[in-house]
């Protein structure tokens, strides 16, 4: 295994693949990662980043391997991992993952939903590790988070169009496990664009 920062120096849907199997801990929490999305910095009409890098987004153009940590729409937080070369600002957004510690802090921060859906989606996967926006820049190798990885048989792993995105709508770059019930439902966005 590739140590962190050269593991998350590799193309964005490298990692992205990678990521699904692998662990994440945040304090008590620990999550299988079961459904990815991967964004491609400035080139990618989708990311943060694409128009250069803002006070929100600077984590993005720093060193792989840091999470990046975002409010969506005033409601809720989400988690990427930034991975590619420094300063290009690629991410991996965390989708989905079935809560494998911790799960009683889990419920008590989801309020008590089904097992499948306590990190189903990515507000809700943030939510269970108990993410928020001071967390962005966080090295995954250091405490409170820790991160593993694991090896995924290829044919376990599925791919489509990224979900609520409007430009580069229908790239192929939603990845997630076949079978899993943490696995979000894809939205296509009423405003999505192809490119």
């Known amino acids: 295994m590739l140590p962190l920062e050269a593991w998350a120096s590799r193309p964005v849907t490298e990692v992205a693949v990678s990521l699904l199997g692998s662990t994440l801990r945040h304090g008590p929490v620990t999550v299988r990662i079961t459904e990815?999305?991967?964004y491609a910095g400035e080139s990618d009409p989708a990311s943060h980043a694409h128009r250069g890098p803002t006070p929100r987004t600077r984590v993005m153009f720093g060193?792989?391997?840091?999470?990046y940590v975002y409010r969506s729409h005033g409601l809720h937080w989400c988690a990427n991992i930034v991975c590619g070369p420094d300063g290009l600002a690629?991410?991996?957004l965390l989708r989905g993952a079935d809560v494998i510690a911790g799960e009683a802090e889990a419920r008590t921060r989801r309020g008590g939903v089904p097992y499948e859906r306590l990190a189903r989606g990515p507000g809700n996967l943030a939510s269970a590790?108990?993410?928020t926006g001071t967390d962005s820049g966080a090295?995954?190798?250091r405490a409170p988070l820790?991160?593993?990885a694991a090896h995924t048989p290829v044919g376990q792993v599925q791919r489509g169009p990224r979900v609520g995105v409007s430009g580069a709508?229908?790239?192929?770059w939603r990845f997630w496990l076949a079978g899993e019930p943490s696995v979000s439902a894809y939205r296509r966005s009423a405003r999505a664009q192809p490119g």
């Open 36 to 38: 990815v999305e991967a």
């Open 63 to 67: 060193a792989p391997g840091r999470l």
């Open 90 to 92: 690629s991410a991996v």
């Open 169 to 172: 709508s229908e790239r192929e």
């Open 146 to 148: 820790g991160w593993t």
């Open 139 to 141: 090295l995954l190798s």
């Open 129 to 131: 590790l108990g993410l």
